[in-house]
């Protein structure tokens, strides 16, 4: 976490949190809540909408100070203000880096070797971590899928090791020179399995900004 930040949260301690303002998308993309216009007299409210955050320096500040809390919750550290993060589908988005050796987690930082993989119902592939559990991001699945290989370093062809996965079993694999096992996971199960909060919300009776 950057320093100006911990300064901050030390001078003001008390600043309320921010929920519904911040997401982060299966690809790793940060959006915002753009600030609505009041509705007329007798309209109904119109649904928040959202921008894509595009700039470099802010996506990497974000990136910078994204943290979890002891209740699950994922949120951007701003200064002395927390600003909970909806998640479309898992807390991490991982990628191959430049040279398509190591993994990368979607703030920058390295993800390390993957110690367990899932498929879900949809063909996406799931990944444990240093930083957590995240999805692999679409345009790497296909390359990463192809370098499962089984225990004695012979390739696993990634149709037949998703139909083993959905079958119920358990597939001792290596992926990227690290032993793991390759299972199944339907999505709606992945909060509850990995003890994350998807949808972070005020406590009740608390606005969400």
């Keep these: 976490m950057d320093e100006i930040v911990l300064r901050s949260m030390l001078k003001w301690p008390n600043v309320p949190s921010v929920y519904g303002w911040l997401r982060l998308d299966r690809r790793g993309r940060w959006s915002i809540r753009v600030p609505s216009v009041s509705p007329a007299p007798g309209a109904a409210d119109a649904a ?87 999805v692999v991001l679409d345009r790497d699945l296909a390359v990463l899928a192809e370098r499962f290989a089984d225990r004695a370093g012979n390739a696993l062809a990634p149709e037949k090791l998703m139909e083993r996965a959905r079958a119920g079993q358990e597939v001792p694999a290596r992926l990227m020179g690290t032993a793991l096992t390759v299972s199944s996971i339907r999505s709606g199960e992945v909060p509850a399995r990995f003890d994350f909060v998807a949808r972070p919300a005020p406590p009740a009776g608390e606005p969400d900004c």
């Design 48 to 134: 928040p909408r959202f921008e894509r955050i595009v700039n470099p320096a802010m996506i990497e500040f974000i990136g910078r100070n994204y943290v979890r809390d002891a209740e699950g919750r994922y949120f951007f550290q701003n200064g002395p203000q927390r600003v909970f993060v909806a998640l479309e589908y898992t807390p991490w988005v991982y990628r191959l880096d430049g040279s398509g050796q190591s993994l990368v987690a979607h703030t920058g930082n390295a993800a390390g070797s993957p110690r367990a993989a899932f498929f879900d119902e949809r063909g996406g592939l799931v990944l444990v971590c240093g930083p957590g559990v995240g």
